[in-house]
T-cell receptor, first 117, second 111 residues
Framework: GAVVSQHPSWVICKSGTSVKIECRSLDFQATTMFWYRQFPKQSLMLMATSNEGSKATYEQGVEKDKFLINHASLTLSTLTVTSAHPEDSSFYICSATTSGVSYNEQFFGPGTRLTVL | GQNIDQPTEMTATEGAIVQINCTYQ??????LFWYQQHAGEAPTFLSYNVLDGLEEKGRFSSFLSRSKGYSYLLLKELQMKDSASYLCAVRPNTGFQKLVFGTGTRLLVSP
């Protein structure tokens, strides 16, 4: 099956610093990648949708200047949390989809746990 | 707006059958997915429904009624490893294929 990786798997940072999370599709070309945030015991909340080579589409209420998304190639998307604060602590999950799959299902990465002190 | 509801928690015993319901009200409909998620891990795909009816896949089956905005995931012959959260997700339109996730149902399987 299609494999999506994320790096790092966990990160702890100080308040005010920026953190970059990478999402890679390892064995397929991802036409679209999605970024989700998940707080403890809650479901996944879509933050933004990105297509390779174009600007990300952010969901309502998500600050695009705070959560910078770059989708520079068909196998890599990055999410940068700028000036992180404790309330940004969460589980960040990316997913990728490709037009070659019949359901166009999303393949999820293993997630990145961010803790901001 | 988009609204997808699931029960918060369910419990069942090993070997039993459990049905997890999902009701949705979305701006459009282009398919419904069920995912399994173990704590601290990424969701894994279980099933997909776009037409009314039942889709069976081994111990797992999923049903859809578009007119009622309703789906359920049926798990048979429960095993301890089935203890996880089960997420219902709707794809509202044919655009960027984004998914809207439900609240998730935590299932606890006991011996």
């Amino acid at each position: 099956g299609a494999v999506v990786s994320q790096h790092p798997s966990w990160v702890i940072c100080k308040s005010g610093t920026s953190v970059k999370i990478e999402c890679r599709s390892l064995d397929f070309q991802a036409t679209t990648m999605f970024w989700y945030r998940q707080f403890p015991k809650q479901s996944l909340m879509l933050m933004a949708t990105s297509n390779e080579g174009s600007k990300a589409t952010y969901e309502q209420g998500v600050e695009k200047d705070k959560f910078l998304i770059n989708h520079a190639s068909l196998t890599l998307s990055t999410l940068t949390v700028t000036s992180a604060h404790p309330e940004d602590s969460s589980f960040y999950i990316c997913s990728a989809t490709t037009s070659g799959v019949s359901y166009n299902e999303q393949f999820f990465g293993p997630g990145t746990r961010l803790t901001v002190l | 707006g988009q609204n997808i509801d699931q029960p918060t928690e369910m419990t069942a015993t090993e070997g039993a059958i459990v049905q997890i319901n999902c009701t949705y009200q979305t701006s459009g409909f282009n398919g419904l997915f069920w995912y399994q998620q173990h704590a601290g891990e990424a969701p894994t795909f279980l099933s997909y429904n776009v037409l009314d009816g039942l889709e069976e896949k081994g111990r797992f089956s999923s049903f859809l009624s578009r007119s009622k905005g309703y789906s359920y995931l049926l798990l048979k012959e429960l095993q301890m490893k089935d203890s996880a959260s089960y997420l219902c997700a709707v794809r509202p339109n044919t655009g960027f294929q984004k998914l809207v996730f439900g609240t998730g149902t935590r299932l606890l399987v006991s011996p």
